[in-house]
């Protein structure tokens, strides 16, 4: 069975520092392009970052780029998103998912067939 589990969300100041965690099982996640997505209340699902099947690159959205990064350990078969320089605007439910098909990259929802159950980060003083 495909699943995928989002943990790490939290409260934390502004200027601070947050890791979340995508843990994968029932597939490889080494052979899919994993995106992170984002959901704040009243807001759109955003396109926060994704990392290629192809070649392992990494893409950011433009609110993320300069402050996260995403990166894999295949070991443990878990993706991390690095986040630093946190804003209140990074408020939101955080998401991992799966494109259709283990790719490509996508910065569109609707090309994502698997998604975990979100983690919650807010970011507040």
């Known amino acids: 069975q495909v699943q995928l589990v989002e943990s790490g969300g939290g409260l934390v100041q502004p200027g601070g520092s947050l890791r979340l965690s995508c843990a994968a099982s029932g597939f490889t996640l080494e052979y899919y392009a994993i995106g992170w997505f984002r959901q704040a209340p009243g807001k759109e699902r955003e396109g926060v970052s994704c990392?290629?099947?192809?070649?392992?690159?990494?893409y950011y959205a433009d609110s993320a780029k300069g402050r996260f990064t995403l990166s894999r350990d295949n070991a443990k078969n878990t993706v991390y998103l690095q986040m630093n320089s946190l804003r209140s605007e990074d408020t939101a439910v955080y998401f991992c998912?799966?494109?259709?098909?283990?790719?490509?990259?996508?910065?569109?929802?609707?090309?994502?067939?698997?998604w975990g159950q979100g983690t919650q980060v807010t970011v507040s003083s």
């Open positions: 990392i290629s099947r192809s070649d392992g690159s990494t």
């Open positions: 998912a799966v494109p259709n098909g283990g790719g490509p990259c996508s910065s569109a929802w609707d090309d994502y067939d698997y």
